[in-house]
């Protein structure tokens, strides 16, 4: 969509393109919703012979002939429709600032914690007798050499070397 454009809609950067949408996705649904409205009002007179005019006739060219997507960016920007962003408002900005500081703190503690863990962790190393090579690598039981049998699944047509006449 060229006109208007995201910068005309946005208020010369007063609302980022995320609350642009969900502003006009919110107003599409009221004019979605009008229109269904109209539609229904104009089904119920036409069911009871109320008038003679056509469906279509019935319903505000508006809601008829454009998308809603388009009839509710044109109504924000004619500013039949006002977005109400509430971060912009003061309380809410100092609301978000104390939880982001919240969220460092204990970011912060966390970090802490775990350096602290880890600093117990390696004076329990250092107290504690090293370890052998042998100790910290157990050898496992290596298997017994098994002897072939004649009956070898791996048949591939050889003999293992001696010729059979």
Request: glycine share 4%; net charge negative; with cysteine.
């Amino acid at each position: 969509m060229i006109y208007p454009s995201i910068e005309e809609l946005s208020q010369s950067g007063k609302y980022n393109r995320y609350t642009l949408v969900i502003a006009t996705s919110k107003c599409a649904r009221m004019v979605t919703d009008e229109y269904v409205a109209q539609r229904e009002i104009a089904e119920k007179l036409l069911a009871n012979k109320e008038t003679d005019k056509t469906l279509a006739s019935m319903i505000k060219r508006e809601f008829r002939d454009e998308k809603a997507v388009k009839s509710a960016i044109k109504r924000l920007y004619q500013g039949e429709y006002k977005i109400n962003d509430e971060s912009l408002e003061p309380a809410y900005q100092a609301e978000k600032l104390k939880e982001r500081e919240e969220l460092e703190q204990a970011e912060k503690e966390r970090r802490e914690h775990n350096i602290k863990t880890e600093k117990v962790i390696d004076d329990r190393i250092d107290d504690d007798t090293t370890l052998d090579d042998d100790d910290a690598f157990p050898e496992a039981d290596e298997p017994e050499d098994v002897e072939n049998d004649d009956n070898d699944d791996n048949d591939d047509g050889e003999d293992g070397g001696k010729d059979v006449e």
